[in-house]
């Protein structure tokens, strides 16, 4: 059975501080790894992760893959109380003919003041 | 460009009802996943929809179906509605890459918040 796990599960930081997310996968026929950030209701989409070892950046988000011991990482520098949220990460995969993302229960971030 | 666009934002059923979710994907997106989230938990399959043929289904019972319109929007629906159906209910859509294959880059709508009572 497909397996996303994320820790922390939460996660209290200091404005400006700095955090690393994580996520290991199990999962079959593995695609590419997602980061959403979840703040009330519609996931936005952060990043997609095909290859191991190729960061991606956005402003103070950053995400690395790798393949080989099947995790990823979310490193959020500088953290804004803006940065508040769920974070989720999903794993896709070919399910039959379907491109299925299967998602961890994501880690709750609260940045305070 | 609108984003994906769900409706009702909000919906009240009591059990044993039908319900019917709708979404409109991103224009030029064909393909259209919903997902149920439950709360404090990961969204999870349910349906993906492609060129208006079903390519893939979660393990959800066949309470739940779906359908997807010449224009890509989509209907979720859901019988005999039951307390353990309320969650929010996500939609997604993503664009073609051609040959028959689907984006795994997947764009969420608001959701659709569905209480059961």
């Not at chain 1, 790798?66 to 109380?81: G, H, P, R, V």
Request: glycine share 8%; proline share 3%.
């Amino acid at each position: 059975e497909d397996k996303v796990v994320q820790s922390p599960l939460s996660l209290v930081v200091h404005e400006g501080d700095t955090v690393t997310l994580n996520c290991s996968y199990e999962v079959t026929n593995f695609r590419s790894l997602l980061w959403y950030k979840q703040e009330k209701k519609a996931p936005t989409f952060l990043f997609m992760l095909t290859s191991s070892g190729i960061e991606k950046k956005s402003g103070r988000l950053s995400s690395i893959l790798d393949k080989k011991e099947l995790f990823s990482i979310l490193n959020i520098t500088a953290t804004q109380t803006g940065d508040s949220a769920v974070y989720l990460c999903a794993v896709a995969r070919i399910a039959g003919t379907a491109s299925k993302l299967t998602f961890g229960t994501g880690t709750r971030l609260q940045v305070t003041l | 460009d609108a984003g994906v666009t769900q409706s009702p934002t909000h919906l009240i059923k009591t059990r044993g009802q039908h319900v019917t979710l709708r979404c409109s994907p991103i224009s030029g997106h064909k393909s259209v996943s919903w997902y149920q989230q439950v709360l404090g938990q990961g969204p999870q399959f349910i349906f993906q929809y492609y060129e208006k043929e079903e390519r893939g289904r979660g393990n959800f019972p066949d309470r739940f179906s779906a359908r997807q319109f010449p224009n890509y929007s989509s209907e979720l629906n859901v019988n005999a509605l039951l307390l353990g159906d309320s969650a929010l209910y996500l939609c997604a859509s993503s664009s073609d890459r051609g040959r028959g294959s689907v984006s795994y880059e997947q764009y969420f709508g608001p959701g659709t918040r569905l209480t059961v009572t």
